[in-house]
Structures are given as C-alpha cells and as structure tokens.
C-alpha cells in the first residue's frame, strides 16, 4: 500500500507553482539565487541585526568558501549546486489550499492514522481555514506562563534583537563556523529557528513541544537552534512534527546547539518526517544536520530521535562531555524504505572525569534502502573513569537493503570502561507466522515486531509523541513485506 | 468440524504426506502418534497454512469452509488454532499487547467490538490462573527469555485466550517435566467443549495419560495406518512402532 510518500507528496511537489513558493514579506524583495557577501549583507540588514551579527555570518562565509563538501559517508546522492539556492527566505510560504475538501484524502487519512486532531491536520495542511483557530491565544498563554518562570522561548531573530547577550555569548560555542561544511553554511546563511534558556534551578513545566508545534509555521531551510539550561535547569525540547513535512526545499542544513550548565538537563527529542522521496528515489529532502551539545559538570544532555524521512540523512547528535560526571545519551531509531540513505550516529567525546555515555542505534532497512550507523567515543588522557555503552542493532526487511554500522572508539585513558554491542537480523518468517496464526495480518504483525523492536528509544521520548512516533513506524514501512 | 481427504503434501519437491485422510467433529479429542518423520508436524503445519509446504492433491473442509483457500490469519480467525512446538520470542512486545491484538483482530473478523482494556485485562487473569502462568509473564515480552515449560504454557494460555474451535497441539509435552506436563493437560482439559475440537500430536503415551482422547491415529510414511481408542496409545507405547510398520 502507498503511504503519503508515493502519491500526492509525489503529486504536491511535482506541482510547479509550488517551486516558487519563496516570497518574502515584502514584495518586491527577490533575491537572486547564489551566495556571495552581498547576498550576507542582505539578509543581515533584512533582519536588521546588529553589526555583531552580520560579522558572524561573513566570518562564516569566508571559512565555508575554503571548504569542501564532505564525502566520507556511506550515502551516495549529486550534490546540490549550492550557487543555485536562493538563500532569502523570508517566512517559508506553504501552499494553501483552499478549503479543507482539496485536501488529497491519503494525506488526511495518513494524518487521522498518526491521531492528529482536525485543527491540527488543517493547519499542517496550511488549509486557509474560517473558523479562529486558537493558536495564537493558546500561544500566548504558554508564553506567559513561561515569563513567570523566567524561562526565553522565542525565535532565532527575535533572540538576537531581544537576547543579544546571550546568544552572543553562546552562539557558535559547541558547533563552531569551522566545523563542517554544512555548519559553516548554515551560520553564514541561517535564516531562522529557535531559541530557549532556562534560567538557574528551572524546571520548565511543559514539553515544549505543544508549544513547538502550534507555532511550527515555517522554520526554514537553514535553521538554526540555540538552547541554554542554566545551572541546575530542566527542559524537555521537541523537535519536528508526525506529520508529513511537505517541503521544496531540496537542502537542509540546520544546526542545533545545546548548553547544559552544572548540574542542568537537557532532553532533545526529534520526529523527522521530511518528503523522502518517491519509490523510484526521485525527489526528497537532502537532511545535512550538525547536532551537538555540551555538558557541564553533572549535566545530561539526552537526545532521542526517530527518523523516518528525508532521501538523504546525515546526522550525528553528538554531546561533549566536559564537565566531570556529566552524561550523555543517544537514542536513535532510523528507518529507510524505497531509495533512501541514511549516514547517523552520534559522537560522545568524554574529556571530564567520570563521565558516562550510552548509546541505543535501532536501524530499520526496507525496500532498496541504505541504513548506516556511525559513531564515535571518544575518551581523552584526563577523563579518568569514563564510561560508555553502546548498542547497535539494525533489523533488515527484503533482500536488496542494506545496514552498515561504523563505530569508531579511541580511547586514551586506561580506567575507562566500553562496551559495544551490536546484532543484524531480519525480521523473521517464523516470528510473522507466529502472529499470523494467532490471528494478526502481516501489516499488524509488522508494525508490533518492529515497534517492540525500537521499544528502547520509543520509551524514551514523551508519552504523547511516542504513540504518534509508534504509527508513524508502521506508516513508513507499509508494503515492506511483499 | 474438520475434514482432511486424501491429503499429498510435498516440501521442496518431498512428498511427505500420501494421502492422509481425517475426520474430527466437534467435540472430540484426537491424538496422532507416530515414529519421527512420518509427517505429524508437517501436518499441523499444513493445518495453519504454513507457505513452504505445497498441497499436491486432497482437500481439507473446516466448517463447510475450504481451508486451504484461506490466508494464515483467516484460518486463525476462523478458529484453528496452533500450539507450536518451538514458540517463538518476539523482543520487546509484551504477552499482553500482542494477545490484545490478536483478540481484536478475531473480533473485527467477528464483526464484534474490541474489548475494553478491563474486561480484557480480567480475562487475562481468568485464564492465566489455568495454566498457572505467573501474572509477570503476561507482561513481559512474547516469549523472551521463558524456559521451556514456560513456553508451553503460554501457548495454552494463548489458546484459552483465543478460544479456537480447532486446537492443535503439536508436540506440547516435549521438553516438559512431569509437573508442567500435568498443569498444560490441566488448561486443555478446562478448556474442552461439545463445541470445540483438539487434535494432539506426540511421540509419547505420556501426554495421553492426562488428555485423554476418543480417537488415537498412527501416522506412518504419510498415511494413518491404524485408528483406535485410547487403549492403541498404550499398546504402542509397549510395543513401539515396529509391528505397525511390518503390519502394513
């Protein structure tokens, strides 16, 4: 059976008008594509940001020219014309439909699946709706109720006119402009995203993920994150959404920063569900992302993703752990069906004493699909008493995908503890017949081995989100089994 | 209720079964018995519609129904029900989640309701208690890391979860020491009715001693070869198989 991905994404971005979806917000501003230090100037002044700014992004320009796109992963796709892209994007325009009956019913149906309410499916669809949706009301209200706390939840640009202090401070600390190729792009080009701080000894009281969500509008191509625990804080972030992300934009490239102070904790949970692409592996989203954060002593900066989309997937959420007894976790469920790739893992570099890591990687790979685990553990001369677990499991559905696992360890500390397990198995005959004979359809039986399968990571990420990430599975591997 | 004729089955071009023919009505217990490889569990697989076995000829009726017309799972929903001899571990699904999946999907096919997560969860409480499953195992995942006997006992506990009109039970004593073998013959016996029908299937008189059956069948080189009551089961165990297969 066809998912979403097959037919009307397929039918939506084939859509020609769609392509000329970028308008900013003023009308006449259309900037042409290619990237040059006027192009920086220009989107620095349309967002009136402060010289401090702009500096940034043309010491960023200036790093990202010397560098090459990175070859090194396991993915195989032609490499975007980056003199090809416009970079100013302003508010990202969706399509709109006009009413709610235009709307192809396989999308609905894939949004009813995943239990997203009809409000919610209205907006996602950017459905110019009559009656008042209360997002912005509801938004406020949060918003308020964070102030009390103290606690920042903004854009990107309104950060940097708000909160210059403190994304100076912060901006560009864990992921530098030097980094990678992708990272020096996105901090010369980001266009927007999201800013938090938590203020000392805070627990933010909500997932902001509701909040997240009924703002989700349009976040752009290069997105840029920047979260800051303070001493002795707690927030639990979500990113990204169930539903399909229809998008024109073919590259991704964001950046996501995570600060943990002492003692302070982050949770980082992602959905990403990008157009991955039709069955013959035309089209989809090209994910580059750099994730990273760092950890101050007792800190924990967990993050937990499950990615079913995207044609092509490079991802390494990665934490320092700097500050002695500080953890980090990954959790990681990656799923590839038809053509899709993907090269994710994430990098646990322990420098402070006593630190410890762990590491869960559940690979799924259907279809002609290409599924690769990379990862690296990293123990420095001072960090005495590290401790890392990984474990490394791919599942294989079909006979022509592939799962491929690199795990990289260097240690330089001889009282640090490793373990790596990992297994490969496909997903049994004799476990389908079980279910079958007691009644349950192959698709069922699927969707239950595979989710007890993940049910590590799916554990982790918050109740609500997990039921929606648990269809979602099912959702992505439809049809798998022939 | 179930009627086999004539039944030719091959496996990679091996013909197994060569001719079988059967009849079970309901209410009746029926054990099969025979050397290893003359085709027992080939049998039980061919009943549930295991996909590497090819019916070369014969037919098999249940309830009027054309068995070997039907997918695995309709079989299932229709009220055939395997015991297997080597249950299989699903990692990371719980006893519970997967039952409740199972019943639902029986119930669609019934066109009832699903049941609601009490009166379910009451069921799974009956119905343990018969197998003396512990409570625990409900929860934990299918079959992962449960020893042998636990095994088997879950899969009757399954059964009496599912309530088949059909019960196969295929090799259910091997691996099962004298008390587990009491307790698994304890939960068929329960679950015996004039409207259900069980087929056993053994190597040993053992299992029979506490299931008792109306009809003992031998299976040899693919055919039933001699049927009686129980008293045949204990005239096999004495006498082995041997004068069967010179008897033929």
């Known amino acids: 059976m066809a998912g979403y991905t097959e037919n009307e994404l397929a039918k939506d971005l084939a859509d020609k008008e769609y392509q000329y979806g970028f308008i900013s917000d003023i009308d006449s501003d259309v900037v042409p594509a290619g990237l040059t230090e006027q192009i920086i100037h220009l989107i620095s002044s349309k967002k009136n940001e402060p010289s401090w700014m702009l500096d940034y992004r043309l010491k ?10 990175p070859d090194w992963a396991h993915v195989n796709y032609k490499k975007p014309d980056f003199q090809a892209i416009s970079y100013y994007a302003a508010p990202k325009q969706t399509k709109k439909y006009e009413s709610w009956d235009d709307v192809d019913p396989e999308m609905k149906e894939t949004m009813s699946k995943l239990g997203i309410s009809l409000e919610e499916q209205q907006r996602l669809t950017g459905v110019a709706v009559d009656f008042v949706m209360d997002s912005v009301s509801v938004g406020t209200s949060f918003k308020a109720k964070l102030a009390e706390l103290g606690i920042i939840f903004c854009s990107f640009s309104e950060a940097v006119q708000e909160h210059p202090d403190l ?6 600390t864990v992921v530098p402009i030097t980094d990678n190729f992708y990272a020096a792009l996105n901090s010369a080009v980001f266009s927007d995203g999201s800013f938090c701080y938590i203020p000392k000894g805070v627990r933010c009281p909500m997932e902001l993920s509701t909040y997240f969500r009924i703002n989700a509008g349009g976040t752009g191509q290069f997105e840029r994150t920047l979260v800051i625990a303070d001493e002795s804080s707690y927030v639990s972030y979500l990113e990204g959404c169930t539903a399909p992300q229809r998008d024109e934009n073919q590259l991704h490239a964001a950046v996501v920063e995570l600060i943990a102070l002492n003692n302070a904790e982050i949770k980082y949970s992602t959905v990403q569900n990008w157009y991955p692409g039709d069955k013959e592996g035309k089209g989809g989203v090209f994910n580059f992302v750099t994730k990273r954060g760092l950890c101050e002593a007792h800190a924990k900066i967990s993050w937990t993703q499950v990615e079913t989309g995207s044609a092509v997937t490079w991802k390494y959420p990665s934490c320092i752990l700097k500050g002695d007894y500080s953890v980090g976790e990954f ?3 990656a799923v590839t069906n038809n053509y899709q790739q993907a ?11 006593h630190t410890k890591s762990t590491i869960i990687s559940k690979g799924i790979s259907a279809g002609h699909s290409q599924n690769s685990y990379r990862g690296l553990v990293q123990i420095h001369k001072q960090a005495d008493h590290a401790r890392n677990f990984s474990q490394c499991d791919s599942l294989l559905m079909g006979s022509v995908s592939g799962a491929h696992t690199f795990p990289y360890i260097e240690c330089k500390n001889a009282s640090a503890q490793i373990e790596h397990e990992a297994t490969t198995s496909k997903i049994g005959e004799d476990q389908l017949f079980y279910c079958q004979q007691r009644g349950i359809s192959e698709e069922k039986a699927i969707s239950l081995i595979v989710n007890g399968y993940c049910k590590e990571v799916l554990n982790q990420l918050p109740m609500e989100f997990a039921v929606e990430a648990q269809k979602l599975l099912s959702i992505s591997l439809e049809g798998s089994v022939g | 209720m179930l ?3 004539d039944l030719h089955v091959s496996i990679n071009g091996t013909e197994i079964l060569k001719g079988l023919t059967l009849e079970i009505k309901a209410g009746e217990v029926h054990a099969i018995m025979g050397p290893n490889g003359a085709g027992k569990s080939t049998l039980a697989s061919v009943l549930a519609g295991k996909e590497d076995y090819e019916v070369t000829s014969g037919t098999i009726t249940f309830e009027g129904q054309d068995l070997l017309e039907m997918s695995i799972e309709e079989r299932a929903r229709e009220g ?3 015991a297997f001899q080597y249950p299989v571990e699903i990692p990371g699904v ?3 989640n997967f039952l409740k999946t199972a019943i639902n999907e029986i119930r669609e096919h019934k066109g009832l309701p699903a049941l609601s997560a009490k009166d379910f969860l009451t069921l799974v409480k009956e119905k343990s208690a018969l197998v003396a499953l512990d409570a625990s195992l409900a929860s934990r995942a299918v079959n992962e890391g449960f020893s042998g006997g636990e095994k088997k006992r879950n899969e009757i506990f399954q059964m009496a979860m599912l309530e088949p009109k059909l019960a196969v039970l295929d090799e259910t004593d091997s691996g099962l020491d004298i008390d587990a073998l009491r307790i698994v013959a304890g939960g068929v016996n329960a679950l015996k009715s004039k409207e259900n029908a069980t087929l056993v299937i053994t190597h040993y008189q053992r299992l029979l001693d506490y299931i008792i059956p109306d009809f003992v069948h031998v299976l040899y080189d693919g055919k039933i ?3 009686g009551g129980k008293e045949l089961a204990l005239e096999l165990e004495e006498k082995g198989y041997d004068w069967i297969k010179t008897a033929e």
């Open chain 1, 167 to 172: 994304v100076k401070q912060y901006l560009g």
């Open chain 2, 80 to 82: 055939v029900f395997l």
């Open chain 1, 331 to 333: 959790f990681s469920v």
């Open chain 1, 343 to 353: 090269d994710t893992g994430t990098k646990m570099i322990h420098l402070g004493k």
């Open chain 2, 94 to 96: 719980s006893n519970v």
């Open chain 2, 3 to 5: 009627k086999i004729t």
């Open chain 2, 225 to 227: 070869v001699k049927t």
């Open chain 1, 60 to 69: 960023a320009f200036e790093v990202w020219k010397t560098m090459k796109e």
